[in-house]
């Protein structure tokens, strides 16, 4: 990932704080119990169809590909999912967060910005 600055308002945001928020929505987007390594670009494009997958480099084969593509998201968003083995399949899942602790935390922003 090219860590390149972002202006948003007034503060500044850097691509791999975004691309570690963006994994999480697309992980919470299609279940709390993980999403498979091997579709995580594809629901990426469906949740964030503007903004592409950063490239991880290696071309090779699909084993070397795979290996690459799990070094890539353990170096840039290891802090915030784990990468798991599932009955043969590779899973991803978001580390400190489900789908309903992020409901929660919206409706009591919700409820904090109507009383005030």
Known sequence: IEVQ???NGDETVDDSSLFKA?????????SDKGLDLSNIRKKWKQVWPDSPFPSFGNN?????KRGAFISFLKEQAGDVVDIVRDKGAIKVLPRHCTRSQIEQASQQLE???TST
Do not use: D, M, Q
């Open 5 to 7: 600055k972002e202006s």
């Open 22 to 30: 963006r994994l999480i929505a697309v992980l919470l987007e299609y």
């Open 111 to 113: 409820k904090t910005i």
């Open 60 to 64: 090779e084969g699909a084993r070397k």
